[in-house]
């Protein structure tokens, strides 16, 4: 049974930063890929950030440069640093995982998804 659970997230102001945290059990974070989605009212899901078995990572746009996605295969932790952050960042933020080495940001490559936890940028 595979359980991932964020925590981290917060109100912060525009400019500030917050690290994300998933810790997952069931499951092998260095055999496979993870990824990081956020989801705003009235939209769609979005892919953030996303991190392949190999190392390889990904972003979306809006992020690149302000955001870095790591993952901790010895702690089973996938993390996402969020930085300059803005007010359009908001949102609830999951964490993903999937069943393959490379995922990219296509939610439908992912399996397992956390509860989300709730990013406030003013």
């Known amino acids: 049974h595979v359980q991932l659970v964020e925590s981290g997230g917060g109100s912060v102001q525009a400019g500030g930063s917050l690290r994300l945290s998933c810790v997952g059990s069931?499951?092998?974070?260095?055999?496979?890929?993870m990824g990081w989605f956020r989801q705003t009212p009235g939209n769609q899901r979005e892919g953030v950030a996303a991190a392949d078995s190999d190392g390889r990572v990904a972003y979306a746009d809006s992020v690149k440069g302000r955001f870095t996605v790591a993952k901790d295969s010895d702690k089973n932790t996938l993390y996402l640093q969020m930085t300059i952050l803005k007010p359009e960042d908001s949102g609830i933020y999951y964490c993903a995982a999937a069943n393959l080495w490379s995922c990219g940001l296509g939610q439908e490559r992912y399996n397992y998804w956390g509860q989300g936890t709730q990013v406030t940028v003013s």
């Open positions: 069931g499951y092998d974070f260095s055999m496979h890929c």
